[in-house]
């Protein structure tokens, strides 16, 4: 019996007829039911436009960082199997991994690498968004989930930061937290809520652990489906203006109307009328059924990912610094990179302006983008010349972002002194 | 008033519902009030505040004695001995000594204090606190890390003799 024979038998079999109810998907109607019937994919409507399939238009960012994201989940819940979250053995945990537990560091630098990977993917998504004033309109909510989405996935990063317990995790906890005490009036109580007590002890690993493996995956999962779910209410990802509607005198009969801005109209097929799928193929919307166009894309783009990731996380190994050691501040001592601009920013100024305010009009600042001015000019294209003002302005603040970090990482020596990076 | 209403303004249904809506909300926000306060402990496994240290007159003038466990120094000068904390007025890093200049830098974001523990540089915004030493019976140094001492406060170093 060949593969391709046995395969055959298997989909006529009674078992796989009553999980997928369908034919072979040889034809509109199947691969409309192929989106319909199945649980995760009916995430996807049944067709998109053919401009959401371009891949320099949303550089599949969004679904990356997904992908990402489940990725972090596997292999955290997989790291949750020798993670002891205690001072005494959460540093040894980790070298547990590191020497004894098979493939235990493989597994570490696949979550470790994710995890930068999606900080860095969700910023990209973001610019995306922004660059293509995909925000405007219906979707202004929508950009409020991802600013939501973005805090989250920083606040996975900060809490996951801690439990190695090594010298980085310990000294950016108490800076972290420190920050956060020059909250006004709150600020003492919010420390000592997040640390479970005055000092980065034992409370404050445990209360992490369960904010890292509990409380932030359960908050990312709802504002997660709102965010999916939006889209789809949105009409479907952002794209250029239909062209005209079909004219009045256009074909008059139809056997379903069209109805533009709507990207699911093709829900349900009669068997006998294949020509209305052709007839919504041409319609404005120029659509095309997401099965196979846009899984086969979305199935390339994570294989890629997926084979990158690997490749990383079987050559570069995630650092695990001296155990932490609450009596020596290493020098110089560095938050991880996505933090560095905020580090520069709290080395000029007090703890409430580098730590509370700045930051703190950060996310106003992205949160307030859809309501400034509310207008639909330019959606659907990268860098509309009629939104040049706020191209620049978002350029620049996300320039001023990198800058900071370069000079973090690369320009910051012992006691946070100014160098050069080849002087180190 | 409307002079076909058979009922007052608060009927007997109207009342029971408001009574049992308030009852509902009342538990929740009591519930939702003990989650917060759930969240911080009465007591906590921490190191003591105090601690001991060998008696003033060990110290050499001028010298600079460091206590890692307690994140504080020891310091003499002419006018006595002082307790001052290790622990940066930014945001709460362990300052280092310099032996060479005397100063005492913090790590994270640059800060430096001179040898009185003044905020010289650096986004440190007070200078490091001096704190409450005393000698104990046994004549040791007895300093409590949470207890603030004035500026200029120095034990003088013949106290507890005799
Ligand atoms: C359900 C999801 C997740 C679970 C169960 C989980 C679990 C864990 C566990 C047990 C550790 C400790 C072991 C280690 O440090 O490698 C850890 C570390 C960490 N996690 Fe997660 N995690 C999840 C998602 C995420 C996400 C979404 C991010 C960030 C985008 C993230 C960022 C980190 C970081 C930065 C560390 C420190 C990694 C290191 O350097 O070792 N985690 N996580
Ligand atoms: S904690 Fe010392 S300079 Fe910031």
Redesign the pocket.
Known sequence: MSAHSLMESLRCSAIYRSIVRRGPADNDIDRSLAITSNVFLHLHPVKIRRHALRFTYTFGLGGITTLL?LI??VT??L??FY?VPSPERAYRS?QDLRYVVPYGTFL?NL??WA?HA??VTAALHMARVFYTGAFKGTRQFNWVVGVILFVL?LG??FT??L??WDQLAFWAITVGTNMAAAVPLLGGMIRYALLGGNIVGANALLRFYVL??AVL?AL?FVFLAVHFWRVRKDGGISGPPLPAEVPEEGPPERLFATTPGRSYALVALPREAPAAVEESRKSPEDTVLTYPHLLVREAAAAMVVIGGLLLVALFLN??LEEAANALKTPDPAKA?WYFLGLQEVVSWSTPFIGGVLVPGLMVLALLAIPYVRPNSVGVGVWFHPARRRAVIAFTIGLVLNVLLIVVGMFFRGHGWSLVWPWSN | MDENRETPALGRRALIARIGWGAFAASIAGSLAAGVRYMFPKALDEPPSKFKAPPPDTYGVGSVYAVEENKSFILRDAGGVFAMSAVCTHLGCTVKHMDAKGEFHCPCHGSVFDKDGTNIAGPAPRPLPRLDANVARDGRLEVDTQVEAAKDYRVPVDAGRG
Do not use: D, K, W
């Open positions: 994201f972090l989940c955290g819940v790291l949750m993670y980790m570490r979550h470790h995890a999606m900080i996935t996975f990063s996951g930061y439990l190695p890292h493996c995956p990312v995630a650092h991880p």
